[in-house]
C-alpha cells in the first residue's frame, strides 16, 4: 500500500499518528508538496477526486481519501493496539468523542488558520480574514468545553487513549498557527492533557 501525505497538514498527520500507534511500518509514504500544488495535479486527482491529502492506495488500485475512512480500514487489518472501540457500544462512544473533535476543532481551527494566515493564502482564495476571525471565538469555546472534560477524565473519550486523542491532539497542535495555546487561555486540563499526549512515541515518529 502507498499512503499519499503531507508532514505539516493536520489531517494526513493524524493518519501518520495512528501508523505509529498501531506499530504499522510497512506501508510506503509519498509526500505531497501542498504549497507547490501537487494536489491539484491532474495524476494526483486522479487517485483524491477532491484534491485532498490523505489518500492510501491500496494493493488493488482503489483508494480510500477521508482520514476516519483510512484509519478504519487500518484498523480492520491490524486490530490492536484496540483505538476504535472494542465492541458497538465503545465504537459509538468514541467516534462521538472524535467526531466532536474533528468537526468543533479541528474544522473551526483550520476555518481559521485557512482564513487569517498568510501562509495560507496560496492554497484558500479567496480568504475571509472576519469569517477566520469568528472561527477563533468558536474555537475557543470548544476549547473551553474540552477542557471541562477532560478535568473530569483522563483522556478525550474517556479512560483509554483512542483516536479521539489524536485527532483533538493534531488540532491543538494545527492551532500554533492562530497562536493559541491552552495554558494561556486558561485551560489547565487541556495543557496537560496536550503535554501527555506529545510524550508519546506517536507524536515523534
Known amino acids: 500500500m502507498l499512503l499519499y501525505t503531507s508532514g505539516r497538514a493536520p489531517n494526513p498527520r493524524r493518519v501518520l499518528m495512528f501508523l505509529a500507534e498501531k506499530g504499522i ?7 505531497v508538496d501542498l504549497n507547490a500544488q501537487e494536489h ?3 495524476a494526483f486527482r486522479a487517485k483524491s477526486p477532491l484534491a485532498k491529502v490523505p489518500a492510501l492506495e ?3 488500485g482503489r483508494v ?8 478504519t ?11 476504535m472501540g472494542h465492541d458497538f457500544e465503545e465504537r459509538a462512544f468514541i467516534e462521538m468523542a472524535d467526531r466532536r473533535a474533528e468537526w468543533y476543532l479541528l474544522a473551526n481551527i483550520a476555518n481559521c488558520v485557512r482564513h487569517t494566515h498568510p501562509g495560507l493564502a496560496p492554497l484558500e482564495q479567496p480568504q475571509f480574514p472576519d469569517f477566520g476571525h469568528a472561527q477563533a471565538r468558536k ?3 470548544v476549547a473551553g468545553w474540552f477542557d471541562e472534560v477532560l478535568a473530569r477524565q483522563p483522556w478525550i ?7 479521539a486523542d489524536i485527532t483533538a491532539f493534531c488540532a ?4 500554533k498557527l492562530m497562536k493559541f495555546k491552552p495554558a494561556e487561555e486558561g485551560f489547565a486540563a487541556l495543557q496537560a492533557w496536550r503535554d501527555r499526549v506529545a510524550e508519546r512515541p506517536s507524536v515523534r515518529a
Not at 481519501?65 to 484509519?71: L, M, N
Not at 473519550?157 to 483516536?163: D, V, Y
Not at 491543538?172 to 492551532?175: D, L, N, S, V, Y
Open 157 to 163: 473519550a474517556g479512560a483509554r487513549f483512542t483516536i
Open 40 to 42: 491539484k495535479a491532474e
Open 139 to 141: 474555537v475557543r469555546e
Open 73 to 83: 480500514y487500518l484498523e480492520g487489518l491490524h486490530p490492536e493496539p484496540n483505538l
Open 172 to 175: 491543538i497542535e494545527f492551532a
Open 58 to 60: 491500496l494493493d488493488d
Open 25 to 31: 511500518h510497512d506501508i510506503a509514504l509519498q509526500e
Open 64 to 71: 480510500l481519501t477521508e482520514t476516519r475512512a483510512i484509519c
